[in-house]
């Protein structure tokens, strides 16, 4: 079954220094691999996603992924943290079902960006 | 913008009570909803899938006779949360593909309902 493992429920950075966010994911086929960012109170918002091709992605608000398949990983960054940043990251994989394509979500990991 | 409209996007309810929770996709058709529950600072997961013209699927360990679903049309689900009681707190969000395939990107995803259950 697919899954998905963020490392790091908490990651702390500095406003400009280099935001990593870690996952690794689990998967018996080619996966569908995603990143969704949510604010307090708030819905989700895809920052990114990786189904074919380059594997290098790059998304909204600066962030880019890259997706290794020796690794089984999908790490978020982003050169320089800005305070907007702060937020929970969700990393998501897609897993075929009988009625379409469920999202399995991980943990998540809330950014903190200090000033 | 969004294609995906939910409401109401809070409600507070005592306990015993039941709400309902409205999914809709607006400007296409989809036969499938994912709902999703996020317990407080906890990642989404996924409850049930409401498909139109058949009964809802139910992930394991969802009370089926607790989270009500109806895929009442081509472009509205329900979620009727029956006799809720203060552990069913939550943000609920739906999610609508357009298809069998895609429906990842943010409009998709309904903006969520916030459940207080007093």
């Known amino acids: 079954a697919q899954s998905v493992t963020q490392l790091g429920s908490h990651v702390s950075v500095s406003e400009g220094a280099l935001v990593l966010l870690r996952c690794n994911y689990s998967s018996s086929v080619p996966p569908y691999l995603f990143w969704y960012v949510q604010y307090p109170n708030q819905g989700l918002q895809l920052l990114l996603k990786y189904t074919t091709g380059a594997t290098l992605v790059k998304g909204i608000n600066g962030f880019e992924a890259e997706f290794k398949k020796s690794e089984t990983s999908f790490h978020l960054t982003k050169p320089s943290a800005h305070m907007s940043d702060a937020a929970e990251y969700f990393c998501?994989?897609?897993?075929?079902?009988?009625?379409?394509?469920?999202?399995?979500f991980g943990a998540g990991t809330i950014l903190r960006v200090k000033s | 913008g969004a294609v995906v409209s939910q409401h109401p996007s809070r409600v507070i309810c005592k306990s015993g009570t039941s709400v309902k929770i409205e999914c809709r996709s607006l400007d296409f058709q989809a036969t499938t909803m994912f709902w999703y529950r996020q317990f407080p600072k906890q990642s989404l997961m996924l409850m049930a899938t409401?498909?139109?013209?058949?009964?809802?699927?139910?992930e394991q360990g969802v009370e089926k006779d607790k989270f009500l679903i109806n895929h009442a049309s081509l472009t509205l689900s329900t979620l009727t949360v029956t006799s809720a009681h203060p552990e069913d707190s939550s943000f609920y969000i739906c999610?609508?593909?357009?298809?069998?395939?895609?429906?990842?990107?943010?409009?998709?995803f309904g903006p969520g309902t916030r459940l207080t259950v007093l």
């Open positions: 409401s498909n139109e013209g058949s009964k809802a699927t139910y």
């Open positions: 999610r609508a593909p357009p298809g069998t395939s895609g429906g990842w990107d943010t409009q998709y």
């Open positions: 998501a994989v897609s897993v075929r079902g009988e009625y379409g394509n469920k999202l399995v």
